[in-house]
């Protein structure tokens, strides 16, 4: 098993950056690819950005690449959602999930652990 614990959310201004960390814990030993997915209230849950286990794969939404970055830190067990340029629709639950896959998975049902997530709020 694996726990996934997001922090980082908050209210923030539009126009303004928003660093989530996720932190892993449990069997962090196994390889796990990792992602950020986010569901606005009404919406379905949508894929936001993930990187491959080492770190050298990423992928990221289209409506989103040019205002992310998803580092990881394996030492740490820590993944990163970095947010730049914010706007009012990026308002979300922002959910972390880890999936027992080497390579970056964009799919949420390819995803084995999610965490409990954490609330984005973008004033305009």
């Known amino acids: 098993q694996v726990q996934l614990v997001e922090s980082g959310g908050g209210l923030v201004q539009a126009g303004g950056s928003l660093r989530l960390s996720c932190a892993a814990s449990g069997r962090t030993s196994s390889s796990h690819a990792m992602g950020w997915f986010r569901q606005a209230p009404g919406k379905e849950r949508e894929f936001v950005a993930a990187?491959?286990?080492?770190?050298?794969?990423?992928s990221y939404a289209d409506s989103m690449k040019a205002r992310l970055t998803i580092p990881r830190d394996n030492d740490k067990n820590t993944v990163y959602l970095q947010m730049s340029s914010l706007k009012p629709e990026d308002a979300a639950v922002y959910y972390c999930?880890?999936?027992?896959?080497?390579?970056?998975?964009?799919?949420?049902?390819?995803?084995?652990?999610w965490g409990q997530g954490t609330q984005v709020t973008v004033s305009s």
């Open positions: 999930a880890a999936a027992t896959k080497m390579n970056v998975v964009t799919e949420r049902y390819e995803y084995d652990y």
């Open positions: 990187i491959s286990w080492s770190g050298g794969l990423t």
